[in-house]
């Protein structure tokens, strides 16, 4: 039984570019959560799926960062015109569903913006 | 309004002392469930334990204690006889079962295990 997988460990870009995140929860978990951690800093809410439906959007979740999850398995998580104030760890989570309140996590993708 | 505080900000002991961690939350939420998460250097946020808000039972496991304590909505963390892998952040978290899915996390207490 494999944990959560995310996709790239780490990524530095240059202000502007845009970047793309991948989430691989456990297998058969139908609800998946983004979270941003900041340094010294616990994570905060970004958005979350239950299986490919959008629910929940954090204020964080500004008009440059979508998140899909189109099949109800795997997730993308996409910065567009990255500013240096997005630089941090981006936390995927996933949870098998109704009646399970704690959620897994992956081991995050660290964002450089320079 | 959800928060969780978590005033210590770092904790050092030597190997083998007890450690307390302090969790402090506020809900509005008549069920809530209340979470312990590890960090370790590595990075991955690790799930300890999750008490309900209906279940005022403490907890042991091991070396790991929990005090779930309503009237002072504090959900507390001993470890007894630290060992230096204890080193990490550690993160307290509510959940409102009323509202949303989210967890809402405190921001974290590092515990540094010295030899």
């Known amino acids: 039984d494999t944990g959560v997988s995310q996709n790239p460990r780490h990524k530095i870009t240059k202000r502007g570019q845009n970047v793309t995140f991948r989430c691989d929860p456990i297998s058969e978990h139908n609800r998946l959560y983004w979270y941003r951690q900041t340094l010294g800093q616990g994570p905060e809410f970004l958005t979350y799926?239950?299986?490919?439906?959008?629910?929940?959007k954090s204020r964080l979740l500004s008009d440059r960062f979508s998140a899909e999850r189109p099949k109800g398995s795997f997730s993308t998580l996409e910065i567009q015109r990255t500013e240096q104030g997005d630089s941090a760890m981006y936390l995927c989570?996933?949870?098998?569903?109704?009646?399970?309140?704690?959620?897994?996590f992956g081991p995050g993708t660290r964002l450089t913006v320079l | 309004a959800q928060k969780v505080t978590q005033a210590q900000t770092e904790i050092s002991v030597v190997e083998k002392e007890d450690v307390t961690l302090d969790c402090v939350y506020e809900?509005?939420?008549?069920?809530?469930?209340l979470f312990w998460y590890k960090q370790p250097p590595s990075g991955e946020l690790v799930f300890l334990i999750r008490?309900?808000?209906?279940?005022?039972q403490n907890e042991i496991s091991g070396r790991y204690s929990w005090n779930f304590q309503k009237s002072t909505s504090s959900f507390n963390f001993t470890i007894t006889a630290s060992q230096v892998v204890d080193s990490a952040v550690y993160f307290c978290a509510l959940k409102g079962a009323d509202s949303s899915y989210k967890l809402i996390f405190g921001s974290g207490t590092r515990l540094l295990v010295r030899p």
């Open positions: 799926f239950q299986n490919e439906a959008q629910l929940e």
């Open positions: 809900t509005r939420d008549t069920t809530y469930y």
């Open positions: 989570a996933s949870t098998p569903g109704q009646g399970y309140n704690e959620q897994f």
């Open positions: 008490r309900n808000s209906f279940d005022e």
